[in-house]
């Protein structure tokens, strides 16, 4: 019997924490997975069906996806892109908007020569940057809603954008831009968990509360808005990114940082952190995951199995 899908975004308002590393990753990864942690995690040794949403102007989901020339191309061509349907969704026109033919499926690259089977992107477009905008000044004429309490409509654009297609996967995962505006909220609300990558530096960690604190708010908002229909949104966990090791253990900094973490968001906190290191970047320039480069070593063999590590934690914390 197939399971119901289960939507994660990832989120950050600070830019360059491995949002779109960690979203990347985690999708393909699922593919790459060996048979026998499918079966122990999800109940069968088949690969599941992924969708990859680029959430974020700056695209970088898509580019790693596809590569930049292939993603160059596909703007100069016009393909259609997530930016079209929020602008179809908030024009009224949904109906028309056919969302599988939005989707770029067997598309994602897995190594030079292959694609991922089961992994598909909705791409992004730089046109993001003005959705926030077009949203802010949006509005259509629902007096009893706007009466009632915030403008809900604005907050579900993207939850009803995917559940056409809801029933043809097992995870979607949406990469967000580094803000909570409203692009970032329409993630929010169409997920059933979230996650927060972050550096192991005093700023970042500090920003952490705040952004817990406000996923919180929306909760309650959307909570109090729906009439008890709306399923809050669960942070799956923070998962530490760029962490430099010494004798493998995190430097005197960062440790300090991590255990205060720990101490402060208890479980919240994901056991396996990302350490820092070249073979993530070479393998996103390359356009596929760093797992397609496990076997030459180093860097990337560990980086490989820290992100299935990280791949399997995350598996176990959303079957709780």
């Known amino acids: 019997m197939r399971k119901e899908c289960r939507t994660t975004s990832i989120v950050n308002w600070k830019g360059g924490v491995g ?9 393909t990864g699922l593919e790459m997975l060996e048979p026998e942690f499918r079966e122990e995690h999800l109940g069968s040794a088949e690969a599941p069906r992924v969708l990859l949403v680029d959430n974020d102007a700056q695209c970088n989901l898509s580019i790693a996806c596809l590569g930049a020339g292939e993603f160059e191309k596909m703007l100069a061509r016009g393909s259609k892109t997530v930016a079209d349907l929020y602008a179809a969704f908030l024009s009224g026109d949904s109906p028309a908007a056919k969302v599988q033919e939005y989707i770029l499926r067997g598309a994602v690259r897995r190594d030079a020569a292959r694609k991922f089977e089961k992994v598909d992107l909705l791409p992004g477009h730089p046109d993001l940057v003005f959705t926030d905008l077009n949203f802010t000044v949006y509005s259509r004429p629902d007096f009893k809603e706007s009466m009632s309490g915030p403008p809900m409509y604005k907050f579900r654009v993207l939850d009803r954008i995917l559940s056409q297609v809801r029933g043809e996967y097992d995870f979607i995962f949406i990469d967000c831009p580094p803000s909570m505006h409203f692009v970032t909220q329409n993630a929010v609300y169409a997920s059933d968990f979230y996650l927060i990558p972050a550096l192991p530096d005093w700023f970042s960690a500090y920003g952490l509360h705040s952004i817990v604190a406000k996923v919180q708010e929306f909760n309650r908002m959307w909570e109090l808005a729906e009439n008890g229909c709306y399923r809050a949104t669960e942070l799956a966990g923070i998962i530490m990114n760029q962490v430099v090791e010494r004798k493998k ?9 991590y255990e205060g973490l720990k101490e402060r968001y208890q479980d919240s906190v994901f056991y396996t952190y990302l350490t820092a290191g070249d073979a993530i970047p070479r393998a996103l320039h390359e356009a596929r995951p760093v797992y397609s480069l496990a076997r030459s070593g180093g860097t990337a063999a560990k980086q490989a199995r820290l992100l299935r590590r990280i791949l399997v934690e995350f598996l176990a914390r959303i079957s709780e």
């Open 19 to 27: 949002k779109t590393t960690i979203a990347y990753h985690l999708g």
């Open 249 to 257: 253990r995190p430097i005197s900094s960062q440790a300090a940082i």
